[in-house]
């Protein structure tokens, strides 16, 4: 189990009915409330993790994740690992308002991608 009293006191939990409590220790603590920091907690959280703590300093998301907002494509990489990972994501954004109940504003477009030489 990780001590919490080391973090300030002012962090807050957003998750389920403990928003504003933050509790005297967690067997899982993230820190960082990006796109990675929540999806490791949702994961964890599907998979039966029920003792999870995301800290923010501020509101989720609100670091450099919004930067990226509505540049998620599913193909335009070399990977095959990389594509599969996208084509997972894309899934579960859209099947997390279903899930949750809550909106999350995703939306499908489409997007070109020109070759800028023979080779791409």
């Known amino acids: 189990r990780i001590n919490l009293q080391q973090f300030p006191r002012k962090l807050q939990s957003y998750v389920g009915s403990n928003i504003g409590i933050l509790p005297d220790s ?3 603590v993230i820190v960082g409330g990006g796109i990675i920091g929540n999806s490791v907690a949702y994961h964890l959280a599907r998979e039966g993790c029920k003792d999870v703590v995301l800290l923010e300093r501020d509101k ?4 450099t994740t919004w930067h990226a907002a ?3 494509v599913t193909y335009g990489s070399l990977s095959e690992t ?3 990972l996208r084509k997972y994501t894309r899934k579960l954004y859209e099947s997390l308002e279903a899930e949750t109940g809550l909106a999350t504003g995703f939306k499908k477009c489409g997007f070109v991608q020109l070759a800028g030489n023979q080779d791409y």
């Open 70 to 72: 509505g540049l998620m």
């Open 60 to 63: 989720l998301t609100s670091g």
């Open 82 to 84: 990389s594509t599969e």
């Open 26 to 28: 967690a067997q899982v």
